[in-house]
């Protein structure tokens, strides 16, 4: 297990790929569910309840969907397994961090620490896409630019459906 942890650390340090991931569909399983988990909770402030477990499942289709749809277009469909599993352990992982400095950018003892706490958050969404547009440039032997191009497509997609579906807008 410390192996695995390893693993994610590196990727998300930009030291390996999805290629020095296990092609297990089990492992691929347990991270998907531990992303799950960890993003329900991730989003649990601004979608309450089940909307929460049911944005965090949007989002995981909408990635799988994604992956599959990109590693088709290059004729790379074999390295999915991997690829998704990089992709969600360490999304699991890096949405680990986050956690923390949700709440604390969110409680309101947090005073003038705040700021730091929200630039440290931000921060670490720009290295979330980072990480992704890594573990994409080596999945589809693109450049590191298109990878992180790609990354922020998915971004997108995935924010902008997931609020049309999940959270509320008032109109005035």
Not at 78 to 89: K, L, S
Request: charged share 10%.
């Amino acid at each position: 297990m410390i192996k695995l942890i390893n693993y994610f650390v590196d990727v998300c340090l930009l030291r390996r790929g999805p290629q020095d991931a296990p092609a297990s569909s089990a492992l691929l399983l347990l991270v998907l569910i531990i992303n799950l988990v960890i993003s329900s909770i991730g989003v649990s402030d601004i979608i309450p309840g089940a909307k929460a477990v049911a944005a965090a499942i949007v989002d995981a289709i909408i990635i799988i969907v994604f992956l599959q749809l990109v590693l088709k277009l290059k004729n790379r469909s074999d390295r999915f397994i991997q690829t998704a599993t990089a992709v969600f352990g360490t999304g699991a992982l890096l949405g680990m961090l986050a956690l923390p400095l949700q709440l604390a950018v969110g409680s309101e003892s947090a005073g003038n620490g705040s700021q730091s706490i929200a630039i440290f958050y931000l921060v670490l969404l720009v290295w979330v896409q980072v990480v992704i547009g890594h573990i994409l440039r080596h999945a589809l032997n693109v450049s590191f630019s298109l990878g992180i191009g790609l990354a922020l497509v998915y971004s997108v997609l995935s924010g902008v459906l997931i609020q049309s579906l999940f959270i509320q807008t008032s109109t005035m």
